[in-house]
């Protein structure tokens, strides 16, 4: 350790840089632009995933939505092409029969004219439970949601989407406390609500929707103890994936389905395409890691190629020293460290020049809408930091391993002779 911290050793090193200072700085210019554009694809490969995940974020994305569809095949005496209906009675039947669920929320909804004052308009009326508020992303702005003593009881009330003030209400008028007409019904308006998920940012209906209680719903509309929909959540550690099967066979029974029609009930894995996104953010991770790789190869062998000259025009001053007594060890060491200081000094210049880079781009970005943007805080991790920091370390022992070598096989005296 000590002959590593000589310092004759380093101003010899130190020297040999400035000697064709231009050259140097060009050799290193490969390294600087490979590890500046692996830290940059990095960090943007990491901003996407933070932005499509906070996308995601408020959305219980271990889930999975199940709906009736028209079956494709007899069973039991019941013909194909025929229509049946999701009734409660399969909430409970799910509940019993699947373990590992947190949340299976029954729901309802129909488009229909929604009147308030002289205003109205075609909208989306979605009967939900308590629960349903735990497994989507939307953000309160006015009032509260649907609770449960609005199930129990079967009130009349309703959370709007913030998008139907404007077709709805004039200019400052109150909303919370105020009444709305769903198919002649008086319901009172208890909450304003915006849908922050990526359906809600992209597309304005998501915006116009009208919450009410699921119960209330199937009352007033007469659905009876019809379901239109399940919208089912797994526990934490179990994956609604795996158990999705066991979903499906327990409504199959329950409508007497035959179990090789897949087409009867339809379903979405919002937690497969999920995972989906994962592979992709990992994919991206490593093509990043890739072409950086390449790039700080190609300036790595430049390096190499450098300190081969370097080698050449110094035959005669390592004759000289090998003549002096200067062991191969003591040549092929100061070799090496020439090339690993160039290597890590360029390197570390083109992370903090990315650095540099990145925290302007942030500072522009923190100033956008979060939820109108895919790549959010496009940053490296300090253990990243480091990682590259020992990548530059190798590969700057590997550009001088070949002129070390090639230094410790000369022999003196015609090092010595050299012109």
Same mark, same amino acid.
């Given at each position: ?12 090193? @130190?020297?040999?840089?400035? !000697? ?7 050799? +290193?210019?490969g390294?600087?632009? %490979?590890?500046?554009?692996?830290v940059?694809?990095?960090?943007? !490969? ?12 408020? &959305? ?18 019941m013909p194909?092409n ?5 009734n409660?009675? *399969?909430e409970?039947?799910i509940?019993?029969?699947?373990? %590992? ?5 029954p729901?309802? *909804? ?5 009147v308030?004052g002289?205003? !109205? ?20 702005t ?14 009349k009330?309703?959370v ?7 077709? #709805? ?11 709305i ?13 915006? *849908?922050?998920? /990526? ?25 009876a *103890? ?20 066991q ?9 007497? &389905?035959?179990?090789l029609?897949?087409? +009867? ?18 994919t991206?991770? +490593?093509?990043s ?6 790039i700080? @190869? ?12 370097? &080698?050449k025009?110094?035959?005669?001053e ?11 060890y ?5 070799? @090496?460290l020439?090339s ?8 570390m210049?083109g992370i !903090? ?6 925290s ?24 990243t $930091?480091?990682? #590259?920091?020992?990548? @530059? /370390? /190798?590969?700057g ?10 230094? $410790?096989?000369?022999?003196?005296i015609? +090092? &010595?002779?050299?012109e």
């Amino acid at each position: 350790m000590s002959s590593m911290m000589n310092r004759d050793l380093w101003k010899e090193i @130190l020297a040999s840089l400035k !000697s064709n200072v231009l050259r140097t700085m060009v050799t +290193a210019f490969g390294v600087f632009w %490979g590890i500046f554009i692996m830290v940059l694809l990095l960090a943007a !490969s990491r901003g996407f995933e933070t932005g499509i995940k906070h996308k995601f974020s408020g &959305i219980a994305t271990n889930s999975l939505f199940v709906w009736a569809q028209k079956t494709s095949m007899e069973y039991q005496g019941m013909p194909k092409n025929r229509w049946y209906r999701f009734n409660l009675k *399969d909430e409970q039947a799910i509940k019993e029969n699947v373990k %590992g669920l947190k949340v299976v929320s029954p729901r309802n *909804d129909f488009n229909t004219n929604i009147v308030h004052g002289l205003k !109205s308009g075609s909208f989306n009326v979605e009967g939900n439970t308590a629960q349903f508020l735990t497994q989507i992303a939307i953000k309160l702005t006015q009032g509260r949601y649907v609770n449960q003593e609005d199930i129990d009881q079967k009130r009349k009330v309703a959370v709007l989407g913030w998008a139907l003030i404007d077709e #709805l209400y004039e200019k400052d008028e109150p909303v919370i406390g105020s009444y709305i007409q769903i198919k002649g019904v008086n319901f009172k308006v208890v909450g304003v609500y915006k *849908d922050t998920s /990526i359906e809600g940012n992209n597309n304005v209906q998501a915006q116009q929707k009208i919450h009410i209680p699921f119960n209330t719903f199937s009352q007033v509309f007469n659905m009876a *103890d019809q379901v239109n929909y399940f919208f089912i959540t797994a526990e934490d550690g179990q994956s609604v994936s795996k158990l999705k099967e066991q979903i499906i066979d327990v409504l199959q029974k329950n409508h007497k &389905i035959n179990p090789l029609d897949k087409r +009867a009930i339809g379903n979405f894995d919002l937690n497969s395409q999920f995972e989906k996104f994962n592979l992709l953010f990992t994919t991206l991770t +490593a093509v990043s890691f890739f072409v950086g790789l390449m790039i700080l @190869l190609s300036g790595v062998i430049g390096i190499s190629n450098i300190m081969l000259i370097v &080698i050449k025009e110094r035959t005669k001053e390592i004759g000289i020293r090998r003549a002096l007594g200067a062991t191969p060890y003591v040549i092929k060491k100061q070799i @090496l460290l020439e090339s690993v200081f160039l290597t890590v000094l360029s390197g570390m210049g083109g992370i !903090s020049f990315a650095t540099l880079l990145l925290s302007l781009v942030n500072i522009w970005i923190d100033g956008l809408d979060p939820f109108e943007i895919m790549v959010i805080n496009p940053t490296v991790s300090i253990s990243t $930091v480091l990682l #590259l920091f020992g990548i @530059l /370390i /190798i590969f700057g022992l590997f550009a001088g391993m070949i002129p070390a070598r090639k230094a $410790v096989k000369m022999k003196p005296i015609d +090092a &010595i002779r050299t012109e």
